[in-house]
């Protein structure tokens, strides 16, 4: 069972314009939720978190949107950027026990020019 | 160095052989962990470890897998009798502490290819 899920494989935007990547997940017990980007033969790189007691945090262009009753959240990009051009990958964390992070199959984003 | 670092960064081995993939985490940071990223799927989690103890190893598909942590820094994953099944990305993460959602930071992964 897919515990995290990010249902758009792909999406294009242009340069200058929003940037809006979805994520779903299944488990109340998460109280963590992250996003990652990442480039080809890159490890992913930290980019944006927010805790479940919240329900936006902003960072300069980026900001994630985190709704604890449709268990949904989406990380919003303005401007976009060619450089923002990477595979975006939403985690999650459960609250207590363990650390790991539940991590979704991913979103390639292309900005163009 | 300044990042989470692993090596090899490529591994091409038969079916059969064990292998011994490293992860030198940032420094200082207590707690590492081990995904694996397999063709067109998100990361999978493996293990983790607190200091030298691994709290969760539920992510170890099989007894083939195993994995050390010593002095608190580098870690070791070791996979014997390899499978096709195998052939992924090897990433580690490490996170200054547990518990208090710090995010992990990643290297750049061990592709790992069994013929």
């Known amino acids: 069972d897919q515990q995290v899920k990010q249902n758009s494989p792909s999406l294009s935007v242009q340069e200058g314009r929003i940037s809006i990547l979805n994520c779903d997940y299944t488990n109340s017990m998460f109280d963590y939720f992250l996003w990652y980007k990442k480039y080809p033969a890159e490890g992913p790189t930290f980019l944006i978190s927010i805790s479940s007691i919240k329900d936006k945090n902003e960072d300069g262009r980026f900001t994630v949107f985190l709704n604890k009753s449709a268990k949904h959240l989406s990380l919003h990009i303005v401007p976009s950027q060619p450089g923002d051009s990477a595979v975006y990958f939403c985690a999650a964390k459960g609250r207590g026990g363990s650390e790991k992070l539940v991590f979704g199959k991913g979103t390639k984003l292309t900005v163009n020019p | 160095g300044a990042g989470v670092s692993q090596s090899p960064s490529n591994k091409v081995t038969e079916k059969g052989k064990d292998v011994e993939l490293r992860c030198d985490p940032i420094?200082?940071?207590?707690?590492l962990y081990w995904y694996r990223q397999s063709l067109g799927q998100g990361l999978e989690f493996l293990i983790y470890f607190q200091g030298n103890s691994a709290p969760d190893k539920s992510g170890l598909p099989s007894d083939r897998f195993s994995a050390e942590r010593t002095g608190g820094s580098v870690s070791t994953l070791t996979i014997q009798r390899t499978q096709q099944e195998d052939s992924a990305v090897y990433l580690c993460?490490?996170?200054?502490?547990w518990g208090t959602g710090q995010p992990q930071h990643f290297g750049d992964g061990t592709r790992l290819s069994i013929l």
């Open positions: 993460a490490s996170s200054p502490s």
């Open positions: 420094s200082g940071h207590t707690a």
